[in-house]
């Protein structure tokens, strides 16, 4: 749709459109990585996803298919709707402001995802067109042209909400500044028959210890697991997901889950 968190209003500028910021959208693998923006503005300077939906189409009205990247309005009817697609679809990534007491969050967030990345720090989002900022009594406005980078952050926090295993992967090794938070831990119960992500799987293998593990014994212990299967560079993925997630090092290449990461 137009408004995406995209989707809170600036009474500086009298818009509501708001774009995602391209390094952010680079971390998150790129927009040829995801087969649909459902929330898309009509003009906007540069693709989220290679196919998109905009408030012309009414993505919620649509099937939704692939990876979805997903920046939704903000109105409190609008965005529950949406997330709840989210929910239902079941891969993607999700970029909403992290407002974790609401009724919204608890049930298509805390409920639903498989991983959360609360972000370091407010972002700054772009404008989807030449957009004049008002400021104090006496200072001359802003102009800021199309694409470009508005001169103000967005005002809240922001959480990127991962859904599905692979998008946790994603969240947990895309580098951007922040706490890398796992939710769903369903590899603990089912095993490798049921693959989750990097955590989840390591969060598998390092709890059948009492103590502290060596790097050694878990590039044994997944040396034949789907996840070292589809990663040939498996024991470089698996000291990366250490370093992010919840994860503390003893020293000398030992390893323990982090006090109370499991709860």
Known sequence: MGKGIGGHHSA????????????????????????LDPCAPVNRPWDMARQHY????????????GRVWLNPPYQTDLIGKFMGRMVEHGRGIALIFARTET?????????????????????HF???????????????????SRGERAPANAGAPSVFCAYGPDDADVLASCGLPGAFVPLRLRSLIFGFANVGSWVDELLKVMTRFDEAVHLETLYRAFADS???????????KIRQTLQRGPF?????????????RLL
């Open 226 to 236: 789907p996840k070292a299967q589809r990663n040939t560079d498996y024991r470089a």
């Open 103 to 123: 009724a919204i969050f608890h049930k298509t967030v805390w409920k639903a995802a498989d991983a959360l990345l609360f972000l370091e720090g407010r972002l």
């Open 54 to 65: 905009t408030v012309e189409d009414d993505g919620l009205m649509k099937p939704w298919f």
């Open 126 to 144: 772009h404008v989807n067109e030449d957009t004049e900022f008002k400021r104090g009594k006496d200072q001359p406005a802003i102009m800021v």
């Open 248 to 260: 503390e090092p003893v020293g000398n290449g030992v390893w323990k889950v982090a006090e109370g």
């Open 12 to 35: 500086s500028s009298g818009t509501d459109v708001w774009l995602t910021p391209p390094d952010v959208l680079a971390a998150m693998g790129g927009s040829a990585s995801f087969d």
